[in-house]
């Protein structure tokens, strides 16, 4: 038995602890907003937080993240300034790695809604889209530090 907290809920799950967290989001939460991409943690579709700290979910066993935090896609809230900005500069093309991409950059804004330019690009580096829609990304993110300083939030 391996004990879960996911998206504010606790959940005691019959799996292997050598489980990737990814398939037992997925295929016993059926959270499927959290996507397989590369499956070696190197392009970022699987990305979700980990005690706020984004994290690729295939390269993560359950017993590595047993009794800590981990929010989804699904557990971000609908007006966070990250989905908002995403929808206001329609940043999604196909749309596939964009839940990663999200959780990737509410990880990097948690906090300080004034990153420098050199950490966002750190931080978005290894996140990898298919359809190229970095500059809309980039649009996306400066929108949400936008929002966040208009409405207080962050440092």
């Known amino acids: 038995m391996v004990s879960l907290h996911v998206n504010g809920k606790d959940y005691r799950l019959d799996v292997p602890g050598d489980s990737?967290?990814?398939?037992?989001?997925?295929?016993?939460?059926?959270?499927?907003?959290t996507k397989f991409g590369c499956g070696i943690g190197e392009c970022g579709s699987c990305t979700v937080h980990v005690d706020g700290k984004a994290e690729r979910s295939c390269t993560l066993t359950v017993e590595e993240v047993e009794g800590k935090k981990i929010t989804t896609i699904?557990?971000?809230?609908d007006n966070h300034p990250v989905k908002r900005a995403w929808i206001k500069e329609q940043v999604v093309q196909c749309?596939?790695?964009?839940?990663?991409?999200?959780?990737?950059?509410a990880a990097l804004l948690d906090g300080r809604s004034n990153p420098n330019p050199q950490e966002i690009i750190e931080s978005m580096d290894d996140?990898?889209?298919?359809c190229g829609t970095y500059a809309r990304m980039?649009?996306?993110?400066?929108?949400?530090?936008?929002i966040m300083r208009e409405e207080g939030q962050g440092s």
């Open 127 to 130: 996140v990898i889209c298919r």
């Open 20 to 33: 990737s967290l990814l398939w037992v989001l997925r295929d016993h939460l059926g959270l499927m907003g």
């Open 138 to 146: 980039k649009r996306g993110i400066e929108t949400a530090i936008r």
């Open 95 to 105: 749309g596939y790695c964009q839940p990663g991409v999200i959780m990737q950059v």
């Open 74 to 77: 699904e557990g971000l809230p």
